[in-house]
């Protein structure tokens, strides 16, 4: 059975954002990622993690401007000083918190571009960031994101981040499979598994029901399926990384609604 991390950005709505590591750990998670940290001091993180048994595996780097629509700054033409100094503050959670992965979105492609012209600064930005995440053993993550959720955004597809990971050139830069999106936007999940895991570059998954994002279980995904296709790639390829659980529970913020909603989990668990 893949091992499952909590995404605290979704899961737990129920509860302050704080408290949500301690509703984790009760439900038997041992890991957990969120979008971004910055709203707190690394210190109180830590210390929620340390409180809790549980290791954090995966955090986002700084977006841009997120409240005016901005969702990453490394394919952003004269955003480069900005997109550093994200990354450097990211590195400096990272190692407060022990986590070895960190997420950098790609953007937006803004509305006078060319998606193509935008690759240079795109590839530029992360050799950039892997030299500075190599120095303190991070590894770098690129996300194929739907453009139903993320209009506009450079970077859908499997094949385009792995071509992108050659052109980068870098060994501590990895996919993020989230294969949420990957259903939205090309399907045939199972066989991007099979392509992708035994390369040893897919340093993270991501799941959620196809359309809602909701629970696993809800909607056109078989994930039973998935994740017996991941246990066995991984046991013949030596992978062991997380499978975090980024979806928007089907019960909202009502009391318990996360937790009544992880059968798909203690099912998986027990099989
Ligand atoms: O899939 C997602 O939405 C996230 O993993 C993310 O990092 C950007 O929103
Ligand atoms: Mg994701």
Not at 57 to 76: I, K, S, Y
Request: charged share 25%.
């Amino acid at each position: 059975m893949p091992r499952f991390a909590a995404n605290l950005s979704m899961l737990y709505p129920e509860h302050a954002f704080l408290d949500r590591f301690e509703a984790a750990a009760r439900d038997g998670f041992q890991a957990v990622e969120y979008l971004f940290p910055y709203d707190f001091e690394p210190q109180a993180l830590a210390a929620r993690l340390q409180a809790n048994g549980l290791q954090q595996v995966l955090f986002n780097a700084p977006p841009g401007q997120w409240d005016a629509g901005e969702r990453g700054l490394a394919c952003l033409p004269g955003r480069e000083k900005e997109f550093r100094e994200g990354i450097a503050k990211a590195l400096r959670y990272a190692e407060a918190l022990g986590c070895p992965r960190v997420h950098v979105m790609a953007g937006l492609v803004p509305k006078d571009e060319e998606r193509s012209a935008l690759r240079p600064v795109y590839i530029e930005n992360l050799r950039w960031a892997a030299r500075e995440a190599a120095q303190q053993g991070v590894n770098l993550l690129l996300e194929p994101i739907n453009t139903r959720d993320i209009p506009g955004f450079f970077l859908n597809r499997q094949d385009e981040a792995h071509q992108l990971l050659s052109e980068i050139g870098a060994l501590n830069v990895q996919v993020q499979m989230d294969l949420y999106h990957c259903q939205i936007v090309e399907g045939d999940v199972a066989m991007k598994i099979r392509q992708y895991l035994p390369t040893g570059r897919v340093g993270h998954f991501q799941i959620a029901g196809v359309p809602q994002r909701h629970e696993p279980d809800l909607g056109e995904v078989n994930y039973d399926y998935l994740f017996s296709v991941i246990d066995e790639v991984s046991s013949a390829c030596g992978w062991d990384g997380w499978v975090g659980c980024e979806y928007r529970p089907a019960r909202g913020a009502q009391p318990g609604g996360t937790s009544a909603g992880l059968g798909w989990m203690r099912k998986a668990r027990s099989s």
